[in-house]
């Protein structure tokens, strides 16, 4: 038996050395658990010039740009956002992908349409002027922006589903625009930089255009790098996770760094609290160099979080998951999937491809750090072990012989998983994206 231990561990290692990797170790078709597999630096070193920048600030900003203005339209630059907004226009955007149609139930309670009148009237829609001015503030927690004004879980079946209104999670300290206020001024309509929906009103501070512009467009700022950043100071211990941006007031002479932290005055107006923090591991200055190491560092700094539904359970889904990897090196990805695939990027169409046919696709195009993309469902390509591409991804489950596995976290599989239609996810690929190859010629 000892021999025998010390025999597959000496295979391990070969088969790691030659790109071969042990079945009994790590499956070829489902989730890995073996360590090296789990380490960033791993998939580092398979990885030719991953320590290359590949975008300068510059690159960055007009990648941005393009961002905004090709695919999703999701993706805003607020400073330049109008200062007013039209009845019509403010009406299209309130009732817009809202989900009072749905069929829906609240403590398995079938919502019927008199529960749902009062949503709707909650939605202040008669309040609303010919010309409505944008009013500015800025989160002073990390809130859940819901998809209609009312806290309530909404979910497509009596007792199970996902919260059909939970939007997505709202980092502090970001910059917002008021658009409308709810009938009972619990909720606000705002427009982030990335989302828009309902935010409970008691999470944002009321500021003036001046001074949220230190927010919206700051000159310097720390950039949030580990999952969870919780800054204690007293009387509010404050939740920050990776990407969220700290903006910079000045440095003093021993590194540290005065940041100010929003907060709301009783009257619902900004007023901030001063700290000084220094660069570590959990805070960058600035964003970090967009190299393929730094993503996939960043990526494997979630491995083995839960996966949260809408920024539930203060984490990530599978599209927040790789937009906050993303923002770490500057590069501001739509919010969800869909919108995801369709944005400005150097773009891979796997359409009428058999398996052979992808996988050399994957092999001859790709390169870790880039996207993969399938119906509900985004993950981060770390490389490949002879033919067989890895990925890391926030994964709710997956089939395995007919039967559902449930995950719910942050994991490295390969792309041999199966779905409920019994087809792998890499037969479900519809398309791939390389944004840090997107302004190549």
Not at 17 to 28: D, N, V
Not at 32 to 52: I, R, V
Not at 398 to 406: A, C, H, L, P, S
Request: positive net charge; charged residues 20%.
């Amino acid at each position: 038996m000892l021999f025998r231990f010390f025999y597959c561990l000496l295979l391990s290692f070969f088969c790691l050395g030659s790109g071969i990797m042990p079945l009994s170790k790590c499956s070829a078709v489902g989730i890995t658990h073996y360590p090296p597999l789990l380490q960033a630096s791993y998939w580092q070193k398979k990885t030719p010039d991953g320590n290359k920048v590949l975008l300068s600030p510059a690159q960055l900003k007009m990648l941005n740009a393009k961002i905004r203005t090709n695919g999703s339209h999701t993706i805003f630059d607020l400073v330049q956002y109008p200062e007013s907004i039209s009845a019509a226009s403010l009406k299209a955007l309130l009732l817009k992908d809202n989900d009072l149609s749905q069929s829906t139930y609240v403590d398995g309670i079938y919502a019927d349409s008199t529960y749902k009148e009062r949503i709707k009237e909650e939605m202040n829609l008669a309040s609303i002027k010919p010309t409505t001015s944008v009013r500015y503030a800025v989160t002073v927690r990390r809130s859940n922006l819901r998809n209609l004004p009312c806290p309530d879980c909404w979910r497509a079946r009596p007792y199970s589903g996902d919260d059909i209104l939970q939007e997505t999670a709202i980092d502090p300290s970001e910059a917002v625009l008021v658009l409308h206020i709810s009938r009972s001024n619990n909720y606000c309509f705002v427009q982030t930089r990335y989302y828009k929906g309902w935010l409970p009103t008691d999470a944002l501070a009321f500021t003036t255009r001046q001074k949220w512009l230190f927010y919206a467009a700051p000159k310097d700022f720390f950039v949030v790098t580990v999952p969870q950043f919780y800054l204690k100071r007293p009387p509010q211990t404050t939740l920050y996770q990776m990407g969220a941006i700290i903006p910079i007031v000045k440095y003093d002479s021993k590194g540290f760094a005065k940041v100010l932290l929003p907060r709301r005055d009783q009257y619902g107006y900004l007023k901030e609290q001063e700290a000084y923090l220094k660069e570590g591991t959990d805070l960058h200055i600035g964003y970090l160099p967009c190299t393929r190491d730094n993503i996939l560092a960043q990526a494997f700094r979630f491995l083995g979080a839960v996966y949260g539904w809408g920024g539930l359970k203060d984490s990530v889904d599978c599209s927040s998951f790789v937009a906050d990897v993303y923002h770490c090196v500057g590069i501001e990805l739509p919010r969800n999937a869909d919108e995801q695939e369709i944005s400005f990027a150097r773009h891979l169409s796997f359409s009428g491809l058999d398996q052979k046919a992808r996988l050399q696709k994957i092999s001859m195009s790709l390169k870790p750090g880039d996207l993969f993309y399938m119906d509900g469902h985004t993950m981060l390509y770390v490389g490949s072990i002879g033919n067989t591409p890895y990925i890391i991804h926030a994964l709710g489950g997956y089939y395995e012989n007919g039967t559902y596995q449930n995950v719910q976290k942050v994991v490295v599989s390969s792309v041999f998983l199966h779905r409920y239609n019994g087809n792998s996810f890499l037969g479900s690929f519809t398309s791939a994206n390389s944004f840090l190859t997107a302004l190549l010629p």
